[in-house]
């Protein structure tokens, strides 16, 4: 055994520390003497060096020593003379250690993921020989083309992934995420489902996310639900988390959250869906609640997008926007694909009046989530924001025409024809319909309620927003009865809604605010109806401007830091 094998043995013991050290020195010897090592034997000691930098996370200097690695071999392979080794069974064991330069090359590209240079990162295993590339190296190239927008290539390589492993099931993911038919993929696994036992699930599993990435939440939920009440299924975190996603696509806060809820019970170091959870936490008013899941999370790990967009959220709900958007591009450093952190800098960066710089980030998440309603919701509200109701209408109807006539899309182009005189009538029409399929969505009754409102029928108001809290209780839902029940002076139960909504929310300033005018008011037939729902649009996040000039100067140098300018 020489010195390159006591390296190698310490490397395969995970001693990265002591390699980094001896084989720096030893190459420091190889450069003041050539002789002193052979080629093959250098080649070695850059790669054991190399791999001690990467797991002391400089990716920039590792990816450089393994490019000089790199050069090195091909030294070697020029080189026709090799150095004897001292017998046949030591040749023989260092042949089979020697490192692989796909290895080598797959590390590279691995650091230039991390630096976020996607495009060094491809170049380097496009470099590789279809032939020669592994599973893991087609997968990384599949996420890279896909997030680089070459979904001709993403398929390509993911296909090449469930070629080699068809049990690769977030390889399956990604070509259902990218419109490739449910049967196709199917098809692809048919033989492994065939030949192995219980893997019977399989073709209803992959059913299921063919569902989700086609936005047919409602079949998604049904396809979910019977896997979920299998036996052998049963308590299973991962889909637990993916039924509450739909759920949360769909609509149905409710659901979501108690999903949600049991997956983390399941799990208590659960990270992946968290960030849903904690905006709809958020958005329900449960802002304390919040703030404990941000601290939990960031106790499991600081590295991923989560735990900031979790804190992200109790901010923007606070109204500290400034530091909201902070948390979003800090969100979005670690996890560019993150569609709530894109939706949360978004939402910020819009109710901070910089509309153009939102409409960026919505249209990213669009791009990265195209069946998330939340993000055309998002996008139209910028439109609205700033005055584009034509392009609002547009993108309205082109979700209703590419989505179909569901409740969530009748109320999206319903909202946006609210905003012209011309179409109350449509919007009026559309939301009935919207009611008629779902009575108890939220959205569609608030909608519905403002548009009552505007027509002062407010028996009609009133009996609408009871209807719709005899099976749920919400906190706009009761503050908006509230406010109709001061228009058909009925004060005293005015005051038990505001006091409702605020149990539910004690953030909600208008029940606050509609219960002091109340208090004060001195002749109760000059009190006044203000509805307002417009923190039910879209994400839930419209809202001023608020917090201390203070406030958004102590984010600033962060801010840019992150730029977010």
């Not at 052979?38 to 190399?50: D, F």
């Not at 694909?337 to 009046?353: E, I, P, T």
């Amino acid at each position: 055994m020489n010195v390159i094998d006591n390296v190698r043995d310490m490397a395969a013991a995970g001693l990265h520390s002591n390699v980094r050290i001896i084989s720096s020195l030893l190459l420091t010897m190889s450069n003041n003497n050539p002789e002193l090592f052979s080629p093959s034997q250098k080649y070695q000691l850059l790669v054991y060096h190399a791999d001690a930098i990467f797991h002391d996370k400089e990716y920039r200097n590792a990816a450089c020593k393994y490019n000089m690695a790199l050069q090195q071999k091909k030294v070697l392979s020029k080189t026709s003379k090799v150095r004897p080794s001292t017998g046949g069974t030591a040749s023989s064991l260092q042949s089979q250690s020697f490192p692989s330069e796909i290895e080598v090359k797959y590390k590279i590209a691995e650091c230039y993921t991390i630096l976020k240079l996607d495009k060094d990162a491809i170049a380097v295993l496009d470099g590789i020989p279809s032939r020669q590339r592994t599973p893991k190296i087609n997968m990384m190239l599949a996420n890279l083309y896909r997030k680089a927008g070459h979904e001709r290539s993403a398929v390509i390589s993911y296909k090449e992934v469930l070629r080699q492993c068809p049990l690769a099931l977030d390889a399956i993911i990604g070509l259902l995420s990218l419109s490739v038919k449910g049967a196709e993929v199917a098809s692809m696994t048919m033989d492994v489902i065939q030949s192995l036992p219980n893997l019977e699930w399989l073709s209803v599993w992959i059913k299921s996310y063919a569902f989700i990435h086609a936005g047919d939440n409602h079949r998604a939920i049904n396809s979910i639900r019977s896997l979920e009440k299998k036996s052998l299924m049963r308590d299973n975190v991962d889909l637990l988390v993916s039924l509450a996603d739909v759920y949360f696509r769909a609509g149905d806060t409710k659901n979501s959250i108690m999903k949600f809820e049991q997956a983390q019970m399941l799990d208590p170091y659960l990270i992946k869906g968290m960030d849903v959870y904690g905006y709809l936490m958020a958005r329900e008013g449960h802002l304390e609640d919040v703030e404990v899941l941000g601290g939990r999370l960031f106790n499991i790990s600081d590295q991923h997008a989560e735990p900031w967009v979790i804190s992200g959220c109790h901010s923007f709900y606070s109204k500290r926007y400034s530091r909201a958007l902070y948390l979003g591009a800090k969100a979005i450093q670690l996890n560019s694909n993150s569609v709530q952190a894109l939706l949360l800098k978004g939402a910020a960066l819009r109710n901070m009046g910089r509309v153009q710089e939102a409409i960026i980030h919505f249209r990213e998440a669009m791009r990265l989530a195209p069946c998330r309603l939340d993000c055309y919701e998002g996008l139209i509200d910028c439109y609205l924001a700033s005055n584009g109701i034509r392009e609002a209408m547009g993108m309205a109807n082109n979700i209703y025409k590419t989505l179909g006539a569901n409740a969530q899309t009748l109320t999206i182009l319903a909202t946006v024809c609210l905003e012209d005189p011309v179409t109350q009538e449509k919007a009026k029409t559309l939301l009935d319909k919207a009611l008629a399929q779902r009575p108890d969505y939220t959205k569609a009754v608030v909608k519905k309620a403002e548009l009552l409102s505007r027509e002062q029928k407010y028996e009609e108001g009133i009996a609408l927003l009871r209807n719709a809290l005899a099976n749920q209780s919400d906190c706009v839902l009761h503050r908006m009865l509230g406010d109709f029940l001061v228009a058909v002076n009925d004060y005293q139960e005015a005051m038990d809604q505001y006091s409702i909504a605020l149990s539910l929310d004690p953030n909600d300033q208008k029940s606050l605010e509609g219960m002091q005018k109340m208090e004060k008011e001195e002749s109760p037939a000059d009190a006044t109806v203000e509805l307002d729902g417009d923190d039910m649009e879209g994400s839930g996040e419209d809202g001023e401007l608020e917090g201390s000039d203070s406030e958004a100067a102590q984010w600033a140098d962060q801010e840019q830091w992150f730029g977010m300018q």
